[in-house]
């Protein structure tokens, strides 16, 4: 097992098989999160990269099995921010000193493609860098918010597993999900997905492809979460992802694609009070914070436990930057756009 981790650590080639033997074996564990930790440092370095993330709606016409956000959850509050509230929220992060906003919504229809270049060429005047995260669209709608000064955009795969995201997401094809990954990359924005581990009936198996496909699709960023259930959701009673597991399915994909941008999501933080600082040392170097305001933190209830939730934009701004040093490592002043060391 030692030998197959060195392996990674040298060469960032696994087969499936070799994939599976580290996920399944957890003696390993402690070896395998630290050369993740030594790859993260060769390849990106120290510093943590941040991006003040913005929850503009919680209106979703989709009903992804998993999410508290699905259009069939009569129980959850819906709100919208006004364009003029988003672009507002872009110019306090940047007075905290963000130097990248993301924004992420449910598919909600209200915010049409001229709404959108309208809130991205107004941000994209305050000198920073947009990620956009807002699902699925056509490939014209995406050039549409490239042109408009959209850097990146992050759009999970969720599993690799076909059949399983058929029957989590209804009505969604995982063709139609693997096309916008292509046409976003070809559209030159720096391309995010990733997965939810710990789905009802996942399996180890397909744990591994999700990494295999992460290198295949040639991905920028990979974020990685354990799956929460939602008792506002058909799946409440289902079991959930384990935090460990996360880990290492992020350790590997760290080991595998050396030089990409990879976030300690909050979904870690989510089951382990600690969980975005063992990730940032297990792999990570970005992290997200919220700087969406007052209620509506809440309200963007994916999952339960979300953490947070009572703070306020200043306060989580300053926690994170204490619990990055404190670990020895620094805040990147830049916009930290991935820094290619090598070609695949
Ligand atoms: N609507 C957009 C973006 C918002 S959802 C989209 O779906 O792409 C952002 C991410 O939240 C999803 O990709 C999913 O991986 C994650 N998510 C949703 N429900 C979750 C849950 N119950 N536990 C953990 N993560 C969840
Ligand atoms: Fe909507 Fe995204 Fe939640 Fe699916 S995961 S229901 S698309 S917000």
């Known amino acids: 097992m030692i030998e197959l981790i060195k392996k990674a650590e040298i060469t960032h080639e696994l087969d499936k ?8 074996d957890d003696s390993i564990n402690d070896e395998l999160l630290a050369a993740a930790d030594r790859i993260r440092k060769k390849y990106v370095g120290d510093e943590v990269h941040l991006r003040g993330l913005i929850e503009f709606s919680n209106i979703c016409k989709r009903n992804c099995l998993y999410c508290g956000l699905r259009a069939g959850n009569k129980n959850i509050k819906r709100y919208r921010l006004e364009p003029e509230e988003i672009i ?17 919504s449910g598919e909600d229809e209200y915010y049409t493609v001229d709404r959108m270049k309208y809130i991205i060429s107004n941000i994209k005047k305050l000198g920073i860098a947009i990620t956009i995260s807002i699902g699925e669209k056509t ?4 050039k549409a918010l ?20 058929e029957d989590m997401d209804p009505g969604m094809s995982h063709e139609e999900r693997k096309r916008c990954l292509r046409d976003l990359k070809e559209l030159g924005f720096e391309v995010g997905s990733g997965c939810l581990v ?13 990494i295999l496909f992460f290198k295949e699709i040639g991905a920028d960023m990979i974020g990685i979460g354990p799956f929460i259930p939602n008792e506002d959701t058909p799946l409440k009673d289902a079991t959930g992802g384990d935090f460990t597991l996360s880990l290492k399915v992020m350790a590997l994909t760290r080991l595998l694609l050396p030089d ?14 600690n969980g975005r600082i063992i990730a940032l040392e ?17 309200l963007y209830a994916l999952y339960p436990g979300k953490i947070c939730t009572g703070d306020t ?21 830049s916009k930290g756009f991935r820094n290619r060391k090598l070609e695949f």
């Open 139 to 142: 490939f014209e709608e995406y």
């Open 17 to 24: 098989e070799e994939i599976v033997k580290l996920l399944e």
């Open 198 to 210: 710990g789905l009802p009936n996942q399996t180890i198996d397909s744990l591994a492809d999700d």
């Open 282 to 298: 297990s792999g990570a170097n970005v992290v997200m914070p919220n700087v969406t305001e007052g209620e509506y933190r809440k």
């Open 146 to 165: 490239k042109e408009a000064g959209a850097d990146r955009y992050l759009i999970r795969i969720e599993t690799t597993d076909k059949k399983l995201y």
């Open 88 to 104: 507002e929220l872009a110019s306090k992060a940047v007075g905290y000193g963000y130097k990248t906003v993301v924004l992420q």
């Open 313 to 333: 934009p200043a306060h989580c701004r300053g926690c994170i930057t204490g619990k990055i040093t404190s670990i020895g490592r620094v805040v990147s002043t």
């Open 260 to 273: 990409i941008n990879i976030p300690a999501t909050t979904a870690m933080e989510s089951l382990n009070k």
